[in-house]
Every structure is written in C-alpha cells, then in structure tokens.
C-alpha cells in the first residue's frame, strides 16, 4: 500500500452559508441512528451528499467520511482509504493501521474480520460514511461491505449515499428495523422549501404563481431548481423565464446528458429513447415498443420490458412508480423533455438504426387499445398523424370518446388538423363541433356543423349519413339551450330523434336532456324532472361523462327550486366530483348552485367562494350568459354585507356587458338585486320604476309595502301566488308568502299572520331555510319571537332566532350583552381542540345540535358535550355569546 491518501477524499464536504434546512430530514436520520444502517438513495442532483454534511454537521457523533470514486473499485485502494477513514475517528488507529493490513491476495472474509476487530477497538459511538456508493462495481468489494454490515459493533452506524440501490439485504434490515431510509420522494423539496431556496438562496424575485410553475415542471428535483435559477439569474425579468424552463433547457440537458444518459449502456439508452413517448408505461407496453422483429431468438434472449424498469427503479433514474405493485411508471418531467428530444435528434441523425417516432406511436396506440385503454390509444394515434385510425378510436364503438370526458385532447387535435383534412370527414367535423360546444367556444360550432351537412350531401344518405344528420340536429338543440330558446330546442330534439339511429344511445340521452331543459324553461317542471331522471339513468348506464354532468345539473335545479336544499347540494358536489381537475366549465352551475345554497343557510364565506369559482369557470364560454347570473349573485352578496359601493358598481359592470353581449334574459335578474339596493336605501321611486319596467312583481309588492300601502301589496302576492300554487313553484311560493306574512302584519291581521307563519315555517324547516328570514330584518325578528312563545318548532325557531342575534352583533361590532361589548375578551385559559372549533364554526352559521350531528356523524350527546367545553372555555352560557366572543378572539 504505497499510494499516497487524497485527504480529501476523507473531508466531510462543507456546507453553504446560505442553505435550506432540512430539519424534518435531519430528524429522521437521527432517529434511525440505533439502527445498523442509513441508506440515502436518489438520482443525480437530489442532495444526498448535502443532506448526509448537514446531519453530521448538527450530529451528536463524531463521523468518518469516505468520497468514493471508478479508482476505489480496486479492492487495495478501498481497504486503504476506509482505514484512512475509519482513522480519523479513532485516535492512532489510521497511523498503525498500514503495516497490519494482511497482504494480497485480497480476500473479503479475513480483510473485513481483521477490519471489524480494529474497529471494536474505538470506544466511542460514531457514523462511518460511504458516499457516492453507485460507483463500486467489484463483486469483492460489495461483499466486504455486505460483512461490514452484517457484523460491525454496535458502536458504529453505517451511512451509504448512493444514485443505485446497492446489493445488500435491504428487504431482511427493513423486516428487522435496522435501516432508515431516505429515497427519492423524501429528498424533493416541498414547494415551501422550494420557495424558500429560489427566494433566499438563490435571491431571485419570483412571485409564489412562478415558484408554483417551477416546482411542477422540476417536481421538487433540487438540482433542476437550481439549475432554473442559475438560468435566471442577472436577467432583468426573471418571470418572463419560467413559462420557457423545460428539459431542453442547455444547463438541464448538460447536466442530465453528462450525469444520467451518457453513464448507460447503449441498450438502455435504446430502450430510455425509445419509450419516452410515453406518459405512462409498463413493461409489456415497453415490449410493444422495442421488439417487433422477424428475429424471434434476438426477443427471447434480450431482457422483458419489466426486467429493465425494475433496474431502472433500483438504479434510481427518474423513473417514478405510479402503483405499489410496481406496474406502472413514468419519467421525471425534465428528464422525459430531454429523452423525447435526444429521440427526435436521433431520427434525425440515424433513420436507419432508429425506427420512427410515428410507428412508435402506432405500436404504442395497438398496444393500449388491446388492454381498452382508448383514450391513450387515441392520444398515440393522433400523435402519429394516423387519422383513419384516430377517427376509428374517436368514435369508440358506440360511445365517442367525447362522451366520456376526453374533452380537451380532443379538441387540441382536432384544431391541429387541416381544414381540408377535417371537412372531407363529416363524422370528425361533427365531433370536433361538439367539442366546441363543450369547451364552450360556441363561436365555432356552426361553422364545423356547416361543413359537415355540405361534406353529407355529397355522399350516399345510408344510416351512418342519416344518424349524423341527427347528431348535427341534436347539437343545434344544445346549442339552442344556450341561447334559452324553448322553441327551438323542441324541434330540433324532435329532428334528431326522427334521424338518429336507434343505437345511438349517447346522442339520443343528450337529446333527452335538452327537452328537459325546454319543458324548464316552459315551466312545466315535472315534465323537466323526468326529462332529466330519464336522461341520468341512461347516462350512467352507457358511461356518457357529460350527459351524466349535464343531467344531474338539472336535476340538482329541480331539487333547489322544491326547497329540497340538502339534496341539491348533494347533487351539485356529485357533479363536481365528475368535473374533473381542472373542472370543466359547466361545472359553474354546480358551484352557483352551491353558492346560493350556503347563502340561505346563512354560510356567507363558503357562498361567496362557491361563486367565485362560478364566475371564474362561466367566462371560459365565449357566448353563454352563465358569468352574468354568478356576478348577479356575487353582488347580492356584496349587498347583504352592506357593501352599497361595491354592488352598485358590480351591478352596472355586469349590467353593461349583458346588453352588450345581448343576454337580454338575464337583464331582469340584475334589475331585481338593483332594486333591492335602492329599497335598502329609501330610493323608493327608482326601485318602483325598475320593477315596473321589468314586470318584477315581488319588487313591486315590496315598493307598495315600504310606501304604506299594505292593500295593493297584498292583491299582487295573491296573484303571484296562485300562479306559484297552479304550477307547483316551491321556491318562488316561499319567496311570496314570507312577503306575504309582513304585508298581513301590516294590515293588523294577526290571526293570518300566525297561521302563515307556521305554513311557512313548516316549509321552510326542512330545507334549513335562514337567509329568506333574516333578510327580512326586525319586523320578521319580531314575527318569529312571537311565534316562539307557542312553543311549537322550538328547535327551528330558536335556531333563526339565534341567527338574528349573530346578525346584529355582526352588523354592530359588539355582542347584544352590553356588558360583553364593554369588557375587552379575556384571553382562553384552555385553547379549545380542533374538533371544538369545526363546530363552534357551525354554530355560528346557525346550525342546530342534529344538523351538528347529522353533518359530523356524531351522537347528539356528544354535541352537546362539545357544546358545554367550548362555552367553558369562552366563559359563556349561550350560543350566541360564544359566537360573540369568539369573533372578538379572533377564533371566527
């Protein structure tokens, strides 16, 4: 041993100033230091060494560091590098170490039993590290680890930081709890470290929408990080560089060409290339991929598609499972820009050796349809440019891809095609104009309809020509529902059903669903509920996503305009749940749906975020007048809060870009919530010229009302409400009779009154009505107290009242115990738990003790329990005290 030791390949390598603390890290590797080993394994540029420097840096035992390198791989050189290593934490050991080593040949079992013995020798507990371990390839070596592990004293504790798993027993020490481990998924910075490292390591000005960017297209890979920010660094706007940063990037392909592909063989780099243009893949779907030779022998003696990705896992190369059976991967984002890249450089440069990024597509597209997965055959086919077979898949037998919420995909591939490719196929111009619809780029369906009829009539009318005669009929009926045109809905569903083939079943169900949209909008609202029963049913059957969507959407309207609350809301979370991430854009219904829903339960903030969402969805449809009702109710919000500025402004905003756009029909939806602003701020006058104008028959009842003239007020309600009663209208019944219950009063007609109110309320009760009340203001107050005092509903009575009381302390910024408006809160001596604040924040949106039950699944009793903690500690003795006084803490 006369080489002479590169002492700093035994330095522990030094830490950044300016770094990420990797504390929840660090916590882990020492509470794993009883065990025998830590095992730090992950790809290039994942932070092991940085990691393992910051442990030892912080840790309680002294540690010996070896930096290994190809030249350890010579088994005299790695014997003498660990005893130089193993010398710095033990005294003379490393000194007199040379001369005692035995001489060659080298053999692992007495090298490491002489090894092991010197080092019970040192006292102290202490870390021996073993870094870059994915460079030793001596079957020797390997083994006189392997023994180093099995029998080293309990004084030591081995670290490996290794790109590979290394060959030892890691399934045998995970069984016995002697390994801590540190992969992969653990190294990833969170998006707060990831943050915290471009912003304060690196001092780069990223907004959180730019660091959000970044950490997805890196997925949390540090060196990718800070590769990006090295990118960044000394240009002026650094933003305008995050949309461009990808796997091409010339500091991500350097590093991964340099540090990851060029260290394969050439097989493996074959097989990385080749399946990159997958988004997911297994083995069999690799085969697919990289055998289809006459040679059969060159198959059978290469290695399965399965073999080569489960050492690609083991070798750590950006490959990441997506089950625990270890079926399905994928590549790291970066890493599969740059394959897909380095594939299409190679076509370019060697067609020969290489086959076509097309026919890999194609064999990839066989493939997935053989196992039924046709929307990625579709993806595969499209990428190849195989438009007869594309078509084919688009189709799907019966049910049209479309149909089962491949929206996106396909309208991305169908805009790429030429026009001319697209008109002389009718079935794809029919498709890609239901696409449209569905996106809700309107503008452009009529067009693709057009010419689609023109391509049909120059072809033979069979039953495929006469069912896309049909499909177009059935799409102008949709089309028609967005424009809210009863009438043309009817006839065009009509047409569509004469021309649809009876297997059809899809088109037929969408069909369905738009005449129950028709018989809505006729009023005819049980033929409308049918309608959409019938068209759900079908749908669920024959999987059609967005007839499903679409039908439930319906059904969850129906269901809110009979004051059956709970269950709208539960439709309306079905839809969502079906809408995908990111949601299509009809789901903005569900979210208005569920935003005036938790307005009348009187949960203003989960109202408000509901139309927010609304709002944010509705614009995507160029031609739909769905933003205009989510800012109409945006604004109602706005007006209960008191907000007169903000409405008003909304209000004439929305108002402005309806006419402008011509949604006519919703014009007399905002000149209702106008009128109600000018209502709360004495503008009689105005408020009556606008119910006038637009036939708003409550608006005018409440004009009469507020000008003393009970009389009038009360013959239009009467009115108003036969027309409710002939056609069945829960909603807008509620809406006059609660009106109807103030007029009596003011007429003196006490007796009418109370037997109203109990009618009323034993609608409204079981919808959990609070908001049509409340809003009402003092008069009502009044009303239910009276009411209250009869003893009859007291769960539901004191519950509104109680939400009359919050109210007011609300709008007055103090509790209606003067003595608690004048005593500053005191602070909680306890704090209350997780489960006490969830329903404190229920009381305090007016809840009962069952509806707290019901929505937690608890037991009464213990709601009650709960109940009693939290006024114990907020030091109440009532509901709407503890709602007080927790706002005044800041709990609410």
């Known amino acids: 041993m006369t080489e002479s030791i590169l002492y700093t390949k035994l330095t522990i390598p030094p830490l950044r100033a300016k770094r990420v603390q990797r504390s929840r890290l660090i916590d882990r590797l020492n509470g794993g230091l009883h065990r025998k080993l830590t095992l730090v394994a992950a790809s290039a540029g994942c932070g092991k060494t940085t990691l393992v420097s910051e442990w030892l840096s912080v840790g309680p035992r002294p540690a010996a560091w070896l930096s290994l390198d190809a030249g350890d791989n010579d088994p005299e050189r790695f014997m003498t590098y660990l005893c130089a290593a193993l010398g710095t934490v033990g005294a003379d050991w490393g000194a007199r170490m040379p001369g005692r080593i035995p001489a060659q040949p080298f053999q692992p079992e007495p090298m490491m039993t002489f090894i092991i013995n010197e080092i019970c020798a040192i006292r102290d507990p202490f870390v021996l590290v073993l870094d870059d371990y994915h460079v030793i390839e001596s079957r020797l070596i390997r083994e006189a680890v392997a023994l180093l592990l099995e029998r080293m004293p309990p004084q030591m504790h081995l670290v490996i930081a290794s790109r590979e798993e290394p060959e030892l027993p890691i399934a045998r020490l995970r069984v016995r709890d002697q390994i801590t481990e540190a992969r992969i998924a653990d190294l990833r910075f969170t998006s707060s470290e990831a943050s915290e490292f471009l912003r304060e390591v690196m001092d780069l000005r990223l907004s959180e929408e730019d660091v959000s960017v970044l950490y997805f297209q890196t997925e949390g890979w540090i060196a990718g990080l800070q590769l990006a920010a090295l990118s960044m660094q000394g240009q002026e706007d650094a933003s305008s560089f995050v949309p461009s940063f990808h796997g091409s990037h010339r500091y991500v392909l350097d590093y991964l060409v340099d540090e990851v592909l060029r260290q394969q063989p050439a097989d493996i780099q074959a097989f990385l290339l080749r399946t990159s243009i997958l988004d997911r893949f297994c083995g069999p779907l690799c085969d697919a991929l990289l055998y289809r030779h006459k040679d059969r022998m060159t198959v059978e003696s290469a290695p399965s598609g399965q073999e080569i990705l489960e050492n690609l896992e083991r070798a750590n190369l950006f490959i990441v499972p997506l089950d625990h059976e270890r079926r399905w991967y994928r590549y790291h984002h970066l890493f599969s820009e740059l394959l897909q890249q380095r594939l299409r450089q190679s076509m370019n440069d060697s067609r020969k050796e290489l086959e076509g990024i097309a026919e890999l597509h194609v064999r990839a597209s066989e493939w997935l349809e053989d196992q039924g997965l046709d929307l990625e055959a579709f993806r595969h086919a499209a990428a190849a440019h195989d438009l007869d077979r594309a078509g084919r898949l688009l189709e799907g037998n019966g049910m049209p891809l479309l149909f089962r919420g491949a929206v996106l995909p396909i309208v991305q ?400 910024g103090r509790d209606r115990n003067e003595h608690l408006a004048e005593i500053p809160p005191v602070p909680l001596i306890e704090a209350l738990s997780d489960r006490e604040l969830e329903i404190l924040r229920l009381i305090a949106q007016g809840l009962s003790n069952q509806d707290i039950s019901e929505r937690l699944y608890l037991a009464l009793s213990t709601v009650k329990g709960h109940n009693r903690n939290i006024f114990d500690k907020l030091q109440v003795k009532r509901r709407t005290e503890a709602v007080a006084h927790a706002r005044k803490l800041g709990l609410l």
């Not at 049918?530 to 759900?536: G, Q, R, V």
């Not at 969402?613 to 739909?624: C, G």
């Open 413 to 812: 591939w169908l805009d790429s095609l030429p026009g001319e490719e697209a008109d002389a196929r009718p079935t794809l111009g029919v498709m890609h104009a239901s696409a449209l619809l569905m996106v809700g780029r309107i503008s452009g369906v009529e067009p693709r309809l057009q010419a689609a009829e023109k391509a049909l009539r120059s072809s033979r009318q069979d039953d495929k020509a006469r069912d896309l005669i049909g499909h177009i009929a059935s799409i102008r009926a949709t089309l028609a529902v967005s424009r809210h045109e009863a009438d043309t809905i009817m006839s065009e569903s009509l047409r569509a059903l004469e021309y649809l083939h009876p297997d059809n079943l899809p088109v037929r169900t969408a069909t369905t669903w738009a005449l129950g949209y028709a018989y809505e909008l006729q009023g005819d609202r049980a033929a409308a509920g049918k309608a959409y029963a019938d068209a759900l049913s079908e749908s669920r059957k024959i999987g059609h996503l967005m007839i499903t969507i679409m039908a439930m959407l319906g059904q969850g309207n129906m269901q809110r305009a009979d004051n059956r609350l709970a269950a709208a809301a539960d439709t309306y979370r079905g839809v969502l749940d079906l809408a995908g991430d990111p949601p299509l854009p009809a789901a903005c219904e569900a979210y208005l749906g569920l935003a005036r829903i938790n307005y009348e339960w009187n949960d203003l903030g989960a109202a408000e975020h509901h139309a927010q969402f609304a709002v944010k969805l509705a614009r995507q449809f160029e031609h739909l007048d769905r933003v205009v009702a989510a800012e109409v109710f945006l604004a109602r919000l706005k007006l209960v809060k008191g907000d007169f500025g903000t409405a008003s402004l909304l209000l004439s905003e929305t108002e402005h870009s309806a006419r402008e756009r011509h949604f006519l029909n919703r014009i007399a939806g905002i000149a209702e919530v106008q009128a109600l602003a000018l209502l709360r701020q004495g503008n009689l006058a105005a408020a009556a010229e606008l119910a006038q104008n637009h036939g708003l028959g409550i608006i005018q009842a409440r004009v009469l009302l507020e000008k003393g003239k009970p009389s009038a007020a009360i013959e239009i309600l009467n009115s108003l409400r036969g027309q409710a009663d002939d056609k069945g209208w829960e909603d807008e019944r509620i809406r006059i009779m609660v009106l109807q219950l103030l007029v009596l009063d003011a007429h003196g007609l006490q007796a009418k009154v109370r037997q109203l109110l109990f009618d009323v309320l034993g609608i409204a009760q079981s919808g959990g009505f609070i908001r049509t009340f409340l809003d009402e203001g003092k008069l009502m107050e009044r009303l239910l107290r009276d009411a209250a005092a009869h003893g009859r509903m007291p769960e539901y009575l004191n519950r509104l009242l109680d939400a009359f009381a919050i109210q007011e302390a609300i709008d007055q």
